[in-house]
């Protein structure tokens, strides 16, 4: 069978397969940041952060953001997967065996503390709680898609593994320890 030629569409679609829901949660994000910094002229909550306080947290946010950026990435080869062809497999190892969403999580610890840290107002808790309400109805949406591809392993998964946080976990056991099991994929085949 010949190849399909690469078309804007389908170089579209295949990134919104990418990005999932997640392009909602960041629209979401940007709306909700940038309504805070517009209520900003009439209402704040300063906090005291000298410069060398808000460098630290800055840092550590965001070396944070990009380590679990980058370990997301390594785990699941989205280009390789999504804009390459590859095969779809449900990845349950490294973050995912602590988190569904763990690229969701990963910006939610990260991004909307960084406006606390750098505007050093507490009014941007707001577009942080938020976003956290909403992206547990984002990641709703996201995970139809996946039961319908992934089936039974997909809520066996739902079912051992939470959404964005390892609250449930207890001391971190993953999904794979979880199941006693040493397989580190589970595939639909």
Wanted: positive net charge.
């Amino acid at each position: 069978m010949p190849e399909k030629p690469f078309t804007l569409w389908s170089i579209l679609r295949k990134f919104k397969n990418l990005v999932g829901a997640g392009i909602h949660l960041l629209l979401i994000g940007v709306l909700t940041e940038a309504a805070t910094l517009v209520l900003r002229r009439w209402f704040s909550f300063p906090i005291f952060l000298t410069l060398e306080i808000q460098v630290m947290l800055s840092v550590t946010l965001v070396a944070v953001c990009l380590s679990g950026l980058i370990w997301f990435n390594r785990t699941s080869n989205l280009v390789k997967v999504h804009l390459l062809n590859g095969k779809n497999e449900l990845i349950t190892h490294g973050p995912f065996a602590y988190a569904r969403h763990p690229l969701y999580a990963t910006l939610l610890l990260t991004l909307p503390p960084l406006f606390i840290v750098w505007y050093s107002d507490l009014l941007f808790l707001i577009p942080w709680i938020l976003i956290f309400i909403v992206s547990h109805y984002v990641v709703r949406i996201e995970e139809r898609g996946l039961v319908e591809l992934f089936g039974e392993d997909y809520q066996r998964y739902r079912q051992r593994v939470p959404a964005l946080f390892p609250f449930k976990r207890a001391f971190g056991k993953s999904f794979d320890e979880d199941r006693g099991d040493s397989s580190t994929n589970m595939s639909t085949g």
